[in-house]
């Protein structure tokens, strides 16, 4: 038995991490000697509606497809849509159908909890946002969670190990664990033995609201720091939170009431974006955690839309290759892929996979410059 209930990389690999029901399909198909050439569709909405989403989760899509013999087209990462087809795959249909539960997973989860990163970016988009949720998640997720956060344009993560995967440095601050450590009204010599202990190129960050009144805490700290203190966190607990606003205006009062005024103040602890929005006037940054990490997938289905060069669909679902565009207004359209469209429109579904070559790099930097400038253009989150 193994010692933790993961679904390893080798299943997702040989499609066994799939829904029964396709191996039997496969079985099937095969008995009947039947393997048609279809064009099968990744949606979340048939038609445009309003409410956009980010897209998330292709580098893994192509990574899943690769090798096999289908062409695969998708908007890139980092992009919004609103209806209609986020990925096309065209080929075989034994090719692929296995690999569809593992496909969907990768952009449903990725595309949630960007789309929740992306609120969070736009919601304070002055601040330094970082994301704190991988403790919310199964770890074996936790670098899904930061990639996708990172590629929403937030400033940075927690989690370690996801760190190696993505190649990024994690950050943070330190716990409550480490001054209950010390001992109540020991907090001094929890941030001192902190500052003495981490490494140079570690922020110093101290954690004021673990036992006493926040004002309080945070003026020890300036005190037991000096110019060493580069920012104060205060995560109070939500019980016993009051107005946050009006604790924090209060910190920042009392920090330039004493000269103190090069020390930055964060704020964690439950935060969304309409708490961002309330609170970025008077905080430097903030920690956001459950709302990203804890994002609903975004509800993507796979279907079918052409078999052997001809139209075909499920009820309810379009049938018909189709292309997908964004007008210079932020405007998503979706067309046939053989009629014209707008004719001021950008094509959004591009080249993936090409004879089971991937052809597409996947930058992250890039797609989070795509995510900032996309939510500009079609007005997603709109920080008012």
Not at 147 to 169: C, E, I, K, Y
Request: proline fraction near 4%; aromatic fraction near 6%.
């Amino acid at each position: 038995m193994e010692p933790f209930d993961i679904v390893g990389p080798e299943a997702i690999r040989d499609g066994t991490a799939t829904d029964a029901y396709f191996l039997r399909t496969e079985t099937t198909l095969r008995h009947a000697d039947r393997n048609p050439t279809v064009v099968a569709e990744v949606t979340a909405d048939q038609f445009p509606d309003g409410e956009f989403e980010l897209l998330a989760g292709v580098k893994d899509a192509a990574a899943l497809l690769e090798g096999l013999d289908v062409d695969v087209d998708a908007i890139r990462e980092g992009r919004l849509f609103d209806g209609g087809p986020v990925l096309r795959i065209e080929g075989p249909y034994l090719e692929f159908a296995r690999f569809e539960t593992s496909l969907l997973g990768f952009l449903s989860h990725a595309s949630g909890i960007a789309t929740a990163a992306l609120e969070a970016r736009r919601a304070a988009p002055e601040s330094t946002v970082l994301s704190f949720g991988a403790r919310h998640v199964h770890p074996s997720i936790a670098a899904v969670v930061e990639r996708s956060a990172l590629l929403a344009g937030l400033d940075g993560f927690s989690h370690v190990a996801a760190g190696d995967v993505l190649g990024r440095d994690a950050g943070g601050t330190m716990p409550h664990a480490l001054l209950i450590c010390f001992g109540r009204g020991n907090q001094e010599a929890g941030w001192r033995a902190f500052d003495e202990a981490v490494g140079p190129d570690v922020p110093r960050v101290a954690l004021c609201d673990t036992y006493g009144d926040e004002v309080d805490e945070v003026l020890r700290a300036a005190a037991a720091l000096g110019e060493d203190l580069d920012s104060v966190r205060v995560d109070t607990t939500g019980s016993r939170r009051g107005d946050f606003r009006h604790i924090l205006r209060e910190v920042r009062w009392e920090l330039d009431a004493r000269g103190v005024d090069d020390v930055g103040l964060f704020a964690s602890g439950g935060l969304d974006p309409t708490q961002l929005r309330e609170l970025r006037d008077v905080v430097d940054g903030f920690g956001v955690g459950g709302y990203v990490s804890n994002a609903d997938p975004v509800d993507f289905a796979l279907d079918i839309v052409e078999v052997d060069g001809e139209p075909a669909a499920k009820r309810g679902k379009l049938s018909g290759t189709k292309q997908v565009y964004r007008t210079p207004d932020g405007g998503h359209h979706v067309g046939l892929a053989d009629r014209a469209g707008p004719a001021d429109g950008e094509q959004l579904l591009e080249p993936v996979i090409r004879g089971g070559e991937v052809v597409r790099e996947f930058d992250l930097d890039a797609a989070a410059e795509r995510a900032l400038a996309d939510a500009e253009t079609v007005g997603f989150g709109a920080a008012d």
